[in-house]
């Protein structure tokens, strides 16, 4: 398992649907749409870590 270079937390590494690479955290969330549907995923790390801005690109 892969470890975030900023605060050290465990991550993965997902496909987009455009094929880039994006790391989310590794818990599996599930959450209800607007529309009632159930789904379960991932958050993107760059929304939890505290240490995101150092990789934003200017």
Known sequence: MAKC???DKEIEWI???TGKAMP???EVITIVTLKGEVVKG???HWATCPAAQRFKRK
């Open 15 to 17: 496909k987009t649907p």
């Open 24 to 26: 989310v955290d590794v």
């Open 5 to 7: 270079r900023g605060c």
């Open 42 to 44: 991932h958050i993107p």
